[in-house]
Nanobody
Framework: QVQLVESGGGLVQAGGSLRLSCAAS????????MGWYRQAPGKQRELVAE???????NYADSVKGRFTISGDNAKNTVDLQMNSLKPDDTAVYYC??????????WGQGTQVTVSS
């Protein structure tokens, strides 16, 4: 069984920074792709940033230039550095990984609240 443990959420003022971390664990488990999604109240879950096979990164237009994703396949970790946060960034953030067997796994979610 694969488990994802997230940390780093919290309350921050607009313009501030937060760093989210996610550690994946499980037997016979290797990560193919990894990333972060978020879901704001009343909205669908959306991609924030991802690292896909080959090391390519994709970002939502709304976070480009402010957020940076980094991953370590050897340690099975993925982090999201969030700078210049805005109230619109308020959401529950979910860590996501896809294994080499193309199974998708999700973290439990961590709340990020940005006050104006």
């Amino acid at each position: 069984q694969v488990q994802l443990v997230e940390s780093g959420g919290g309350l921050v003022q607009a313009g501030g920074s937060l760093r989210l971390s996610c550690a994946a664990s499980g037997s016979a488990f290797s990560i193919k792709d990894m990333g972060w999604y978020r879901q704001a109240p009343g909205k669908q879950r959306e991609l924030v940033a991802e690292i896909i096979s080959g090391g390519n990164t994709n970002y939502a237009d709304s976070v480009k230039g402010r957020f940076t994703i980094s991953g370590d396949n050897a340690k099975n970790t993925v982090d999201l550095q969030m700078n210049s946060l805005k109230p619109d960034d308020t959401a529950v953030y979910y860590c996501w990984v896809r294994s080499s067997w193309y199974n998708n796994y999700w973290g439990q979610g961590t709340q990020v609240t940005v006050s104006s």
